[in-house]
Nanobody, 121 residues
Framework: QVQLVESGGGLAQPGGSLRLSCAASGFTLGGYAVGWFRQAPGKEREGVSCISSSRGSSTIYTNSVKGRFTISRDNAKNTVYLQMNSLKPEDTAVYYC?????????????WGQGTQVTVSS
């Protein structure tokens, strides 16, 4: 059974950091591209970042997080991470990870349940 489980969310102050984890089970994460998405209240879901499969390991970031967020993977732990630094209140959202069927430019098929990130003083 394919599962993605996010963790690591919580409350952070502006300028602070959090590291989100996306733990996979039921498949080998290294063979797939994995993306992070977020959805704030009243807003549409947006793509935050994506890392390609281990064959390429290229990364993509939306402009608003470039230079602040870093996506990475640990294939031994079957986990993808999103390191979030210099957090801003506008980063507040539920963050989800998803598995892409082929590449970061394609469709995705499995989602996690999400983890809440709140940035506030």
């Amino acid at each position: 059974q394919v599962q993605l489980v996010e963790s690591g969310g919580g409350l952070a102050q502006p300028g602070g950091s959090l590291r989100l984890s996306c733990a996979a089970s039921g498949f080998t994460l290294g063979g797939y591209a994995v993306g992070w998405f977020r959805q704030a209240p009243g807003k549409e879901r947006e793509g935050v970042s994506c890392i390609s499969s281990s064959r390429g390991s290229s990364t993509i970031y939306t402009n608003s997080v470039k230079g602040r967020f870093t996506i990475s993977r640990d294939n031994a732990k079957n986990t993808v991470y999103l390191q979030m630094n210099s957090l801003k209140p506008e980063d507040t959202a539920v963050y989800y990870c998803a598995r892409y069927i082929s590449s970061c430019r394609g469709a995705y098929d499995y989602w996690g349940q999400g983890t809440q990130v709140t940035v506030s003083s």
